[in-house]
Structure formats: structure tokens, C-alpha cells
């Protein structure tokens, strides 16, 4: 299973172009010259309008010349701006990263540049204690000072603002400079807010994402046309930070984003740190206590809340909150987020009265009723209440894809919205493996061209886990619409090298089930022995080994290999055998009744020894039955005849005399046994004679 990316190429609005050149100037590095056109793209809310990205061959950064500053005061569609942004569309996470990159025990003050609503401000001045600010022209940042109650300036900042005084400890700017035509200026703005020991953090999108064949989902974030007016890379923004007279700079390129740190003095930074995640939950839950009767921040704070109880398994407040929400939406939109099977949203999108449409569907639902169900649903799930939970999930799932349509009539987009929905369907599946098989593989296969990242790596847990669990038991029917997808996985696993885990070494025992019952045994033991090298419980990986066993070709015994020596009259190798076989004692497992036979042919006829040979005549007659015993006493009597005359005089008589009483008469052992009893009479005689 792989998923086919939405290409560059593919989009109208959006279109590769590589045969166009202008002479521009790069706003990063500063090179004049002749630049490719890569792009032509208009924005989403402005279809007529189209801009051109150029890349500066110097230093790889993009830029599109021709476009506007976005007038970021605008107050259209305010309250719809406020409550997605509030609800789905701000990342705490990613907005607070940066506050532990380089932190050090001294830090007081932080300024961010661009802050828009203000969540790491607010959660730099409650959680951190630092005297915190935020400087943002935005509608949306005004409206979370006053929301927050945090300190916002509404204005641009400039290096004569009172702001820009060299106070500031940290200086923040994150995915702003992307939307500033004259990247020097704003920098020099940054430093001037900046502390001579201070450190000034960015981030900003990744130009390097952009090359042709780069799926749509990777590029939307960056490109951004109307929006972003240069898309920096690695090197340009490297350039801009040392015109601006930094000697220490760190940047790293993580997948579509560009985070970096500078300064003046030696620091240290680690991209990788995070501010502690009891800090957030402290943070999230006194701001719901504080402002949680705005039903707006009710929805950001608590649903957030709720997601952090569940990701640190604090299952017991995860059930109180989840009960509060509960109660506080029936309040608030008139439905009960615990009867899930009940709400079905529904929204057509048209370009006739959609704004009034958008707004209904605003005033009725929480935009992150999706990600509340699904965490509802895990909350259910951990509890044991498996048919409560499949039902949240299996909501979870069908409201994800009717918000992302609301979501796209606003020109927005949620990927945890759409991330959610995923995560359920495979969740559903998961509970679903057992009572029904076939709706689990119909959900995966829905959405398998859907998942990528993180979701492509739970598709294949829970594809293994469906898999598995209905091949082992014999249900390959119902599992065959993944069979391949699976195989092909394992299959690939195997070419790279990677060790698989449990989940997917019961899988390939299923896939061993399903070549044994269809009659490909050697296929099914190479799948029972890559299923066994999976199992980290021993007696699990013997239970794959045994079967392996069974189906394997059984290699000749060191027994079988001396009879079909002698058959064959290969005296070489019933020479080597035999003789290391002889000296095994009677009573070793080795030694069954055709073995013990072919011991004793090896000593009458290829290493002589009439006593050996006895013995193992002996023996073979003990295990044997019918025929088969008749003919070992018939060669004690042949091996006897070669004793000398003492020992024969003693043992003959008695073996002649019950191979007579025995002799079937017929047939070919018959006639063997009369031989040896008529040569045995005649010898008698004749010595009685000549006595």
C-alpha cells in the first residue's frame, strides 16, 4: 500500500512552470540576476488573481515578486477566524517548542513579533514567570489580549518603537518574516528589541520542500500564494541573519520548516526541547477554569485539555473532563457528545448564501467536535466499554470529513481534524478484527491512499493486527481484501532488513495459514519461520517453529540414509554409516525395526560380524510385526550358520525349529525359510552320517 501523492502539477490554481526567467533580486542573499519561474498560483479566496514564484539559483530561495503584503487588520469573518483558530487550527505545541530551545535559569523578559492571538505569551507570563509581550497589528491579536488579558501592542514593530529598546531576553518571531517583503528591516527591527546577550528565535517555511513531484500536502503550508512573499532557505536565511550582525547561528530544516536561532554571544540551542508537559496541563487547566464561559474558549481549552489527559494515561480526569464537556455542549449546542450514533452534521457547500450556512454550522457545532470524539471514544475503549467506544470512533470518523468540507469553504484547513478521523477509522477497525472482519478491511482499504506520516505506520499496525487475527484462526476469507497489502508490507520489511515487530509476526503466520490451507507447504514454512524470528515469547516463536518443522522436507535419518545405501548397493556409504551406527546401543531412539534390520544386513554382508549381526536381527524381530518379524528371526537363523560350529550347534536348532513352526508357507518369505530349513536338514544328516 502506497499512497499516490496530489501533485504540484495536478492542482488549476497551482502550476509548475520551468521555461520563464525575469531578472529580480533575491530578498535573502541579495544576488541580481536572470531567476527560473517555478510556480504560477493563485490564491484560494482569490481565484482571478495569479502570482509567480521565483528561485534565486544563488542560494535557493523562493519569492514572489508581484505580490502584496496581506493587510493582517482586516476584521472579515472575524468571530469564524476566532473560533477555528481557537478550536482547531492554533498548534500549542509548536507555539511553545521555542521557549525551551534555549532556555537558561536568567531568562525575565520575552517579546514575540507576530504572536497573532497570543498563546505562548500568555503561557511564557502564567507558567514561566517572564514579563511577557506581544507586538501584532491583527485583529485576531488584539482579540486574544483581550481574551487572555496578556500584554499586546497593536502595531508593527519598528527599530524606533518604545519596544525596541535592547530589553528583551528572547526575541521570538515565528512564521512571520515568510509575509515581510524587506526581510533586512524587520530583522533590524528584531535585534534592536533584543538584549546584547539575548537570543532571537525564528522559524519560517522550508524552500527546500519545493521541487517538482512534492505532493500537495507538503506544499500548501509553504507556498501559500497571497500570503508568504519569500520562502526562505537553509542558506538565504543564513544570509539575511549575518547582514544583520549575528556571528552565532543555528539552523536546522525540519521536513517543511526552518527553525532558527542567533545571536551575538555564544548559546546553546536544542530544537528538539520541549517546555514540560505538566507546565501545559497546568496552563490549559487554569485558563479553563478562568475563561472557560466563553463557549468558544471552552471548546479550545478543555479539548485540549482532554487530549493531553489521554496521551499521559490520566484516565480517571480524562472521564471527568470528558463528562464536563459532555454537559457543557448538551448547554450549549443541544447535543449529547455520549450518544454518538446521534449527530450527524451536515453541511453542503454552494456559493450561494454559504457564508450565512458557514455561520449556522458555527453557531450549532464545535469545530473540534471530531477530535473530541475521538479521544471520547479511546477514553471508552481504555475503559472496556468496547461498543460505546466503536461508536465514537465510527462518529469520530464521519464528522472528520464533514468538517474538513467546512473547513475548506473557509479556505482553511485542519490536519488534526483529518488526522482524527483517520486514527478512528483505525481504531474502529481494530475493535471491529474480531466481530467483523470484513468491515475492518472495507475501512482500511477506504482510506489506505489517505494515510501518510505517523497514521501510515498505525494503518500498518492495525492492517497486521486484522490480518493476523482472522488468518490464524482460519478465516481467510474474510481478511483476503488485505492479504496482499500485508504480504507486501512483510515482503518489504524482509528486502530492507528490518526486524519485524510481534504485531507483524503473527501476521506472517496468518500468511503461512493461508499458503498451507491452499497446499504451498514450502511457502508456508519460510512464513512460519519469519513469524517465529518475530516473537519476542519463546514459546510463542516454538509454536511458529513446529509448524515450520512439520512442513519442512524431513532430511533422511542417519538410519534411512544406510537402508538406502544398501538398496542401492552403495557399500561407500553403508560402510561409513554402518559403522558408526554399530556401536549405538540397542535401545537408541535411532534404532526402530527396518534400522536395526539394515545394521544387521551391514554386518552379514558388508562388515562381517555374525554376532552384531544377531544382535541387530534381534532387535528388529523385538519391534517388528507379521512379516516383517519373521523375516528378522529368518536372518538370526542365516547369521547363526556363520557362527562357529560351538555357538551354531547350541543356537541353530532352536531358530530352524521355530522358523518351521512359523513358515507361512506360501510366498516369497516361505519359500526363503523352507530353503534355509531344507539346508539345514541336509547338513544335519549328512554330519550324522559321517559319524
Known sequence: ??????????????????????????????????????????????????????????????????????????????????????????????????????????????????????????????????????????????????????????????????????????????????????????????????????????????????????????????????????????????????????????????????????????????????????????????????????????????????????????????????????????????FNLRMADSLKPDFVPGEKGQRRQLRKFAANHPFSLAIALYYSGRIDQQGGNTKQALGALLACARIATTMQTVFSAMYAACRETEEAGLRATLAAAEINASFDAESACDALLAIADKVEDLVRDEWWRVACHVYASNALSGHHAAVSGIEAHVRGWLEMARDERRALTPAEGYAAGGVGEHHQVNGRPEQAARWFDVAATAMTDPAEADVFRRKAAELKPKAPSRGQQLIDALNSDDEDTAQHIGHAMSHLPVTSDEIDASVAYALGIYHLNIAPDANAAIKWFARSAELANGDARLDAELHIALAAERLADGPRARILPDLIHQLEIANPVRGDLGSRIKELTDRYRAQSGAREETA
Open 1 to 334: 500500500m502506497s499512497r499516490k501523492p496530489r501533485t504540484l502539477w495536478a492542482e488549476p490554481w497551482m502550476v509548475w512552470r520551468e521555461n520563464a526567467w525575469r531578472e529580480l533580486t533575491c530578498p535573502a542573499c541579495e544576488t541580481t540576476g536572470l531567476m527560473p519561474k517555478r510556480i504560477d498560483a493563485n490564491p484560494p479566496y482569490k481565484p482571478r488573481e495569479r502570482y509567480n514564484l521565483f528561485e534565486c539559483e544563488t542560494c535557493g530561495t523562493l519569492h514572489y515578486p508581484d505580490a502584496e503584503v496581506f493587510e493582517y487588520e482586516s476584521r472579515r469573518d472575524a468571530d469564524l477566524a476566532r473560533k477555528f483558530y481557537l478550536e482547531v487550527g492554533a498548534g500549542l505545541d509548536a507555539m511553545i517548542a521555542p521557549l525551551a530551545w534555549s532556555a537558561r535559569n536568567d531568562v525575565g523578559s520575552f517579546l514575540e513579533v507576530g504572536g497573532g492571538y497570543g498563546f505562548s505569551v500568555d503561557f511564557a507570563s502564567r507558567e514561566l514567570g517572564w514579563k511577557a509581550a506581544n507586538i501584532d497589528p491583527s485583529f485576531l491579536a488584539r482579540t486574544g489580549a483581550a481574551d487572555l488579558g496578556h500584554a499586546h501592542v497593536a502595531a508593527y514593530l519598528s527599530p524606533d518603537h518604545k519596544l525596541a529598546d535592547q530589553s528583551f531576553d528572547r526575541v521570538l518571531s515565528s512564521e512571520v518574516i515568510e509575509h515581510v517583503k524587506k526581510p533586512d528591516d524587520f530583522i533590524n527591527a528584531l535585534t534592536a528589541a533584543l538584549a546584547p546577550d539575548g537570543v532571537l528565535l525564528l522559524t519560517t517555511p522550508n524552500a527546500a520542500v519545493v521541487k517538482k513531484g512534492a505532493s500537495l500536502d507538503d506544499l500548501l503550508p509553504v507556498i501559500t500564494a497571497g500570503h508568504h512573499l519569500v520562502i526562505y532557505s537553509k542558506a538565504g536565511l543564513q544570509a539575511v541573519l549575518r547582514r544583520a550582525g549575528y556571528s552565532r547561528i543555528r539552523i536546522e530544516e525540519s521536513g517543511p520548516t526552518l527553525h532558527a536561532a542567533a545571536a551575538r554571544e555564544d548559546f546553546e540551542v536544542d530544537f528538539n526541547a520541549r517546555p514540560d508537559r505538566s507546565r501545559l496541563q497546568s496552563y490549559l487547566a487554569g485558563r479553563l477554569e478562568r475563561l472557560g464561559k466563553d463557549h468558544t474558549l471552552f471548546a479550545a481549552f478543555a479539548v485540549r485539555l482532554l487530549k493531553e489527559y489521554v496521551h499521559t494515561g490520566q484516565w480517571d480526569e480524562a472521564r471527568h473532563l470528558r463528562d464536563r464537556i459532555t454537559r457543557r455542549w448538551l448547554e450549549d449546542y443541544g
